[in-house]
């Protein structure tokens, strides 16, 4: 999503002021049962109005009902798996839990996350205390039918990475979660990538390796069709591992080492070079799709949850 990190920040001020599903003082607990499903137990609670549940890695926050929480929850799990699967990562267990607030409606995602998150449908949230996540959490907004597919990817994926790196370098954090949104998502990143080409704004790979922030408002679609693009790039000259073997060595060793000792590049220059010409050769590198199609149970048929 865009504006990720800020959103979190906005997140944390924002929650102060509203109720929190985990820390209701109130907190009762009308029921619990457990599940055996496909992916392991899910136990059902409640608290206050919110039906939770809880499976190995994530405890889902629903308003609507336990059927939405477990279902939701038991999608997770499958979709925490595939998601590392694609990314090259092996996660160990969560703990604490990865919360998912299931919002009812805009206004209330909103309130949670913030005004910069209105046209988002998800946003990602870790805290550290030291070197250990002592929070995962990602709102989403439960209204929008296709949350499931089209928007938890993305988060895990954040979510995911932060297991791995302390510091995620930003483009291949968002580079690599782009690469998990809808088909239609992505073709809109490829369109202002390549407006922004056409303009002369694109920023040199060095300056994009090295952000540390994300850029002003106006420079979120260029900064995001880029760096899905870079990484896009170094997936077809290697493998995830790879990939996140570089956004690691690049902050130890400088990007120009990186790329000579993960890819056999010479430096920053050849890989600007090898990715300008794929920008010139649109059809060389077409956009493709990651589908979760290949469980035993298509990820879909847990979209279709109340
Ligand atoms: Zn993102």
Redesign the pocket.
């Given at each position: 999503?865009?504006?990720?990190r800020t959103l979190a920040l906005l997140a944390l001020a924002a929650l102060a002021g509203f109720y929190s599903p985990i820390n209701a003082a109130a907190a009762e607990v009308a029921a619990k049962v457990a599940t055996d499903s496909a992916t392991g137990v899910v136990s059902l609670t409640r608290k206050g109005a919110w039906h939770l549940a809880e499976s190995s890695n994530f405890q889902v926050c629903s308003l609507r009902g336990a059927k939405e929480a477990q279902d939701v929850a038991v999608g997770c799990e499958r979709l925490r798996n595939e998601v590392a699967t694609l990314c090259g990562l092996q996660p160990g267990h969560w703990s604490p839990r990865c919360q998912i607030v299931l919002h009812v409606d805009a206004k209330s995602y909103v309130a949670t996350v913030g005004h910069a998150g209105a046209a988002t449908a998800a946003s990602?949230l870790t805290q550290r205390s030291g070197a250990r996540i002592n929070r995962r959490k990602i709102d989403v907004r439960g209204d929008v039918s296709d949350y499931l597919t089209s928007a938890l990817p993305?988060?895990l994926?954040?979510v995911l990475l932060a297991d791995r790196f302390a510091d995620v370098p930003l483009w291949c954090?968002?580079g690599l979660?782009?690469l998990l949104d809808p088909l239609d998502k992505q073709q809109l990143h490829e369109r202002d990538l390549r407006s922004g080409d056409q303009r002369g704004e694109l920023m040199p790979i060095n300056e994009l390796f090295g952000l540390q922030r994300y850029p002003a408002a106006e420079r979120w679609g260029l900064f995001?069709g880029q760096s899905a693009s870079i990484v896009r790039c170094l997936l077809q000259r290697g493998t995830p591992q790879q990939l996140l073997a570089f956004a690691k060595a690049q902050r130890s060793l400088g990007t120009n080492k990186a790329l000579r000792e993960v890819y056999g590049l010479s430096g920053v220059a050849e890989l600007d070079r090898h990715w300008r010409s794929r920008l010139a050769s649109p059809s060389d590198a077409p956009l493709t799709l990651v589908t979760f199609a290949a469980s035993p149970t298509p990820f879909s048929a847990v979209a279709e949850a109340p």
């Open positions: 999503m865009y504006g990720n990602a993305h988060e994926c954040h954090d968002e979660a782009l995001y």
